[in-house]
Structure formats: C-alpha cells, structure tokens
C-alpha cells in the first residue's frame, strides 16, 4: 500500500507563510496529476493546486491563485506547497494527491493529512 506523507502544517499569523511538502510517490508508475487538496473545518475536501506531470502546467483555486504556489523538487522526489499571504479561511487539512492513469483505470493516492491553522 502506497501512502503519501505531508509535512509543514503549523499555527502561524494572518499575512505569514508556510511551505507544505509531500513526499513517498517515487514509486508511484504513471502519474498524471500530482497535487494539493484542502478540507477546511465543516466543508467538503476541495481542489488547491495541482500540476500536469507530462506538460508541468499548473492549476489553482481562485481562492488561493497569486498567493500559493505548488512546485517539485525531482532531485529530492518532493513535492511542494507555498503558501504565503495567508488568511484565516485557509485554516483545514491540507492533503497531498497524487493521481494516476494506467490504461482506462484512474486511481488516487493520499496522505494523512497537515493541519494548517491561520489565525486573525
């Protein structure tokens, strides 16, 4: 069984910044998108931000867009969530993705999860 891990998660101050990262996907074959979800406290897991391994391209939340930044490292197998700028909404579990297609079948893997709790 194939486990993500996240680390980074904290209490920090509106307006400061945190860096997430994921790693355990290196042995993970066919990865098509590789990213980040959030559940915010009584809300439904949502799309961050996440990337399109073959081309890099990049995609983010209106909620978070010119404030986070999603990146990889393929040196140190890692992958990456800035997150700067950041408000009390963004308080939730931040959880890694990594999603894969192998012929027709889709399937996704997930970490347990960073708490991030922005305070006022």
């Known amino acids: 069984q194939v486990q993500l891990v996240e680390s980074g998660g904290g209490l920090v101050q509106a307006g400061g910044s945190l860096r997430l990262s994921c790693v355990g996907f290196?042995?993970?074959?066919?990865?098509?998108?590789m990213g980040w979800y959030r559940q915010a406290p009584g809300k439904e897991r949502e799309p961050v931000a996440s990337i399109i391994t073959t081309s890099g391209s990049t995609n983010y939340a209106d909620s978070v867009k010119g404030r986070f930044t999603i990146s990889r490292d393929n040196a140190k197998n890692t992958m990456y969530l800035q997150l700067n700028s950041l408000k009390p909404e963004d308080t939730g579990v931040y959880y890694c993705?990594?999603?894969?297609?192998?012929?027709?079948?889709?399937?996704?893997?997930w970490g347990q999860g960073t708490q991030v709790t922005v305070s006022s």
């Open positions: 290196e042995r993970i074959f066919s990865i098509n998108t």
């Open positions: 993705n990594v999603r894969t297609i192998w012929r027709t079948a889709r399937n996704d893997y």
